[in-house]
């Protein structure tokens, strides 16, 4: 793990037999020479009797290699930080989120005063009324630690009383821009804060140090390794807390403690903080051994489950709201402009028709001096909620979409309420965007849904929800080639990596995942059954099942 590279460049590599391996036209059966990082060859039996003697050799039991799968938008320090916090996923009702703190204050026996966080909410599973929760459930569990619990989507926070009183919010206290505090009937704030409003309370946690930051990196990069990922493309990289995110991600790449590729997105709020940002070194096209920077990413809107995101027509089951522009035209275009200006990729977390317009928008005029074209790739995160021709448009600017079809498993069971029918039936419209030639790439968003490439490819070619049932708009299902080719080359594209990710050919890189079965043969309901036997980057292996 720690030979430098010019000694691994001359080093036999390693030979992987007894596998086969998909080249884009079916599989070749038989071996996988890796060397300096790379693939040498590939081929079968001559290839595995012309490797030296010397060179080392894994047996992959007749397993089912993929080139390796590549999360094109995630929020991999989340997934760690998550792994340490109160685990509200699956929550059946206000009682059940009240209960399990009270079990986490007890079981990390936390002091008096101490803030908490936790993750993973949905009033949508919860057991008969849907209601959002409130303060006033979480106050007999947790009187005197401040809670900032964040919902599934992370972009509204329910917070007890003790939280309102140590952050000094009270009905006085206004809405600040592009946030919302949610209040009662009295005007009372209720506990609920939406989007930029989170930044109230957020001082309240403790700081993340650096060791416990790397910590969280480490824990969060061996789940992704597990799940069969050899790249990911993660949005840990935020204006308030980068200064220790970075170093302590350096610090495990150092050491060799990465086991897979980390492309950076940027979350900067304003030019200054980019500019920051670079002074101290993190330009476009810094790197390190298995770190590299990505992106500035703009978040433009909210999310649908938080009836957040951005709609031009406003909520069918919420009259009179449109959701949240958190970053209004001028301002976005101002920070989109300086990155551009640099050489950076620009993309835009956009989920409702209003927020994908903004980013639409923000790209034209990014491009409008160039005569429209898109050499910086600059493109659209999430791209959900889409009003007919927004599809053309985005096809016409040459932008990219990183889309998330797994958000489907849930999202159906809501899409139609909250945007009526009308729009409900152009959205998620994920297969019209590959036919019509847009670059698109898949991720997870985790900790939003699991890391688990394979669950997504599943939404992708079925359309089904993962509980069984109809499909959704199965005429937006795409191939298994097709998905997959979007896993890979799709987001190898998204990364600028295309000529060395997302396919297993000489010279490209040795990062693949080995499946028990094949994927491309199994019956479609097996899809998210199927096992990651290994996953090897650089050809080196980062994650072996049972070992
Ligand atoms: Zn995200």
Same mark, same amino acid.
């Given at each position: 793990?720690?030979?430098?590279?010019?000694?691994?460049?001359?080093?036999?590599?390693?030979?992987?037999?007894?596998?086969?391996?998909?080249?884009?036209?079916?599989?070749?059966?038989?071996?996988?020479?890796?060397?300096?990082?790379?693939?040498?060859?590939?081929?079968?039996?001559?290839?595995?009797?012309?490797?030296?003697?010397? &060179?080392?050799?894994?047996?992959?039991?007749?397993?089912? @290699?993929?080139?390796?799968?590549?999360?094109?938008?995630?929020?991999?320090?989340?997934?760690?930080?998550?792994?340490?916090?109160?685990?509200?996923?699956?929550?059946?009702?206000?009682?059940?989120?009240? @209960?399990?703190?009270?079990?986490?204050?007890?079981?990390?026996?936390?002091?008096?005063?101490?803030?908490?966080?936790?993750?993973?909410?949905?009033?949508?599973?919860?057991? +008969?009324?849907?209601?959002?929760?409130?303060?006033? /459930?979480?106050?007999?569990?947790?009187? %005197?630690?401040?809670?900032?619990?964040?919902?599934?989507?992370?972009?509204?926070?329910?917070?007890?009383?003790?939280?309102?009183?140590?952050? +000094?919010?009270?009905?006085? !206290?206004?809405?600040?821009?592009?946030?919302?505090?949610?209040?009662?009937?009295?005007?009372?704030?209720?506990?609920?804060?939406?989007?930029?409003?989170?930044? *109230?309370?957020?001082?309240?946690?403790?700081?993340?140090?650096?060791?416990?930051?790397?910590?969280?990196?480490?824990?969060?990069?061996?789940?992704?390794?597990?799940?069969?990922?050899?790249?990911?493309?993660?949005?840990?990289?935020?204006?308030? %807390?980068?200064?220790?995110?970075?170093?302590?991600?350096?610090?495990?790449?150092?050491?060799?403690?990465?086991?897979?590729?980390?492309? *950076?997105? /940027?979350?900067?709020?304003?030019?200054?903080?980019?500019?920051?940002?670079? @002074?101290?070194?993190?330009?476009?096209?810094?790197?390190?051994?298995?770190?590299?920077?990505?992106?500035?990413?703009?978040?433009?809107?909210?999310?649908?489950?938080?009836?957040?995101?951005? *709609?031009?027509?406003?909520?069918?089951?919420?009259?009179?709201?449109?959701?949240?522009?958190?970053?209004?035209?001028?301002?976005?275009?101002?920070?989109?402009?300086?990155?551009?200006?640099?050489?950076?990729?620009?993309?835009?977390?956009?989920?409702?028709?209003?927020?994908?317009?903004?980013?639409? %928008?923000?790209?034209?005029?990014?491009?409008?001096?160039?005569?429209?074209?898109?050499?910086?790739?600059?493109?659209?995160?999430?791209?959900?909620?889409?009003?007919?021709?927004?599809?053309?448009?985005?096809?016409?600017?040459?932008?990219?979409?990183?889309?998330?079809?797994?958000?489907?498993?849930?999202?159906?069971?809501?899409?139609?309420?909250?945007? +009526?029918?009308?729009?409900?039936?152009?959205?998620?419209?994920?297969?019209?965007?590959?036919?019509?030639?847009?670059?698109?790439?898949?991720?997870?968003?985790?900790?939003?849904?699991?890391?688990?490439?394979?669950?997504?490819?599943? @939404?992708?070619?079925?359309?089904?929800?993962?509980?069984?049932?109809?499909?959704?708009?199965?005429?937006?299902?795409? !191939?298994?080639?097709?998905?997959?080719?979007?896993?890979?080359?799709?987001?190898?594209?998204?990364?600028?990596?295309?000529?060395?990710?997302?396919? *297993?050919?000489?010279?490209?890189?040795?990062?693949?995942?080995?499946?028990?079965?094949?994927?491309?043969?199994?019956?479609?309901?097996?899809?998210?059954?199927?096992?990651?036997?290994?996953?090897? &980057?650089?050809?080196?292996?980062?994650?072996?099942?049972?070992?």
């Amino acid at each position: 793990m720690n030979t430098p590279n010019a000694a691994r460049a001359a080093a036999p590599g390693r030979l992987f037999y007894n596998g086969h391996f998909y080249t884009g036209r079916g599989y070749t059966a038989g071996a996988l020479w890796a060397q300096g990082g790379r693939i040498r060859a590939l081929g079968g039996a001559e290839l595995a009797a012309a490797v030296p003697p010397g &060179v080392p050799r894994t047996d992959l039991g007749g397993g089912w @290699a993929l080139p390796g799968f590549n999360d094109s938008h995630l929020h991999l320090l989340d997934v760690g930080r998550g792994m340490d916090a109160i685990d509200l996923f699956g929550a059946r009702s206000p009682a059940d989120i009240a @209960a399990r703190c009270r079990a986490f204050l007890r079981q990390n026996a936390v002091p008096p005063g101490r803030a908490v966080y936790g993750n993973g909410w949905n009033q949508d599973l919860f057991a +008969g009324a849907r209601a959002l929760p409130t303060r006033e /459930c979480l106050d007999a569990a947790a009187p %005197d630690n401040p809670l900032l619990l964040d919902r599934v989507c992370g972009h509204i926070m329910l917070c007890n009383t003790a939280a309102l009183r140590a952050a +000094g919010i009270t009905r006085h !206290t206004p809405d600040p821009p592009g946030g919302g505090i949610d209040r009662g009937p009295g005007g009372e704030p209720n506990g609920l804060l939406r989007d930029n409003a989170v930044a *109230l309370v957020r001082g309240l946690l403790e700081p993340e140090t650096q060791a416990v930051c790397a910590a969280r990196w480490r824990a969060a990069a061996a789940r992704a390794a597990a799940h069969g990922l050899t790249g990911a493309q993660t949005c840990d990289v935020r204006s308030r %807390d980068w200064r220790t995110v970075l170093p302590a991600l350096q610090s495990l790449d150092e050491q060799g403690a990465l086991p897979l590729r980390l492309t *950076l997105q /940027c979350a900067m709020d304003t030019p200054d903080d980019l500019r920051a940002l670079w @002074a101290a070194g993190y330009r476009p096209g810094a790197h390190g051994k298995r770190w590299k920077m990505g992106p500035l990413k703009l978040f433009l809107d909210g999310s649908l489950g938080a009836r957040t995101a951005w *709609l031009r027509g406003g909520y069918a089951d919420a009259p009179g709201r449109h959701g949240l522009c958190c970053m209004p035209y001028p301002r976005a275009l101002e920070l989109a402009r300086l990155a551009d200006a640099a050489g950076m990729q620009v993309i835009g977390h956009a989920i409702g028709d209003g927020a994908v317009e903004e980013m639409l %928008d923000i790209i034209a005029a990014l491009n409008a001096p160039r005569g429209g074209a898109n050499p910086l790739r600059h493109g659209v995160v999430h791209c959900q909620i889409t009003a007919p021709g927004q599809w053309a448009r985005l096809a016409a600017l040459g932008a990219g979409a990183l889309v998330q079809p797994i958000f489907l498993d849930y999202d159906h069971t809501i899409v139609a309420a909250r945007c +009526g029918k009308t729009l409900a039936a152009t959205s998620y419209a994920f297969g019209t965007a590959v036919r019509r030639g847009v670059p698109v790439s898949y991720g997870t968003d985790a900790p939003v849904e699991s890391l688990d490439p394979l669950r997504n490819l599943y @939404a992708a070619v079925t359309r089904r929800p993962l509980a069984g049932g109809a499909p959704w708009q199965p005429d937006q299902a795409v !191939t298994r080639a097709q998905a997959l080719g979007c896993y890979t080359q799709g987001s190898a594209w998204q990364e600028f990596a295309e000529g060395e990710k997302g396919r *297993l050919a000489p010279g490209y890189l040795a990062d693949f995942t080995v499946l028990d079965r094949d994927y491309f043969s199994v019956p479609e309901h097996e899809i998210p059954a199927l096992r990651v036997l290994r996953t090897v &980057v650089g050809g080196e292996e980062s994650y072996a099942a049972g070992g």
